[in-house]
Each structure stands twice: as C-alpha cells, then as structure tokens.
C-alpha cells in the first residue's frame, strides 16, 4: 500500500511528490491525513486512477486538437503512450486489483477509463466525417488502435523487437494506418 501512495501520487502533481521527499516522519502524517478523506486503501486507489485516467484524457484531446492529420496525431499519442507505460503492465496490474475493488469503484474506474477512450473516438468520428479515413466503426477503431498500443513494446522477456519507442509507435501507426486509411 506504502508503494500505491508514494507511486500513485506522483501522477497527482508534482507539489505531492516534494511534499514525499521530507523526512520520514512527515511522511507519516502525511499518510495518516490520507486516511483523515480517503476510508480504506480502495477508495484512495480508486481516487488515484480516475485523476490518473483525467489526466490522460486531457492529455490524448491536448495532442488530438493539435492542426496535423489525424496519422501524425495518433502517432504523438502512440509515442506518449508507449514512453509513460514503457515498464508498467496496467492490464495485469488492473486485473490483480480488481478483486479488492467493490462494484461502485470498479464502476467509478470504467467510467473514467470509457471518458478516455470517447476522446479518441470523437477524433475517428471527426476524421470519417471530413473523409481523412474511411467508414468504420469509430468505437471498434478506437478499441482496435488502443489494443495496438497496449501490445507495444511488450516481447515475453525476449530481445527487444524494436530499439525505440519511437520505432515501435511508427510500426503500430503504420499497420493501423493501412486499415483505416481507405
């Protein structure tokens, strides 16, 4: 738990992260004052990845909104995708997690995560309507180019198929391209 506090709250700012670095023993009440708004370690967990999944959210629109063609925008995302989950399996972490979470968490959790993934879909949406991309269900593309990112840089501990991220988010973008391309 000590690790999701420390860990967790480097995605809330940065201000949290130098209050972390003081002494130990303000650390300690820090973590107690934690427990003074948040009941149990679920509910602050919870609370982690929704900020966490805002932030992303705000993040993905930020680099969706830029005046590129959608190919180059989904490729800065690749790349800020795959740079911040470089060492981090989120899906096996989630799925470990899970069984502690009550069904209103997990509920709270879907829905920040389905509010991420509608911004990407807002963007196909867009791209089909302008004919940069072909007709295609934007919710399946947008499923489909979020599983392409989620493979990325992930080899079973064997040699590292690509040396860079940057040489994996070109690949993805480059296979998602020629199916939704037209």
Do not use: C
């Amino acid at each position: 738990m000590y690790l999701i506090i420390i860990e967790g709250f480097k995605l809330l700012g940065p201000s949290v992260n130098s209050f972390l670095t003081m002494r130990a023993g303000y650390v300690f009440h820090f973590v107690r004052t934690v427990y003074y708004y948040y009941a149990s370690k679920s509910e602050l967990f919870t609370e982690i990845m929704i900020q966490m999944m805002t932030r992303i959210r705000k993040k993905i629109n930020v680099l969706l909104q830029t005046n590129l063609p959608l190919k180059e925008r989904l490729l800065n995302i690749a790349k800020t995708y795959l740079k911040a989950t470089v060492d981090i399996d989120m899906d096996g972490f989630m799925k470990g997690i899970k069984n502690t979470l009550s069904v209103e968490q997990q509920k709270k959790i879907n829905q920040a995560e389905v509010d991420m993934y509608q911004t990407i879909e807002n963007a196909f949406i867009e791209a089909i309507n302008q004919k940069e991309i072909r007709e295609i269900n934007p919710m399946f593309a947008t499923h489909a180019y979020l599983s392409l990112l989620k493979v990325g840089y992930t080899n079973n501990g064997q040699e590292q198929i690509y040396q860079t991220v940057e040489e994996v988010a070109e690949q993805i973008i480059e296979l998602f391209w020629r199916g939704i391309g037209g």
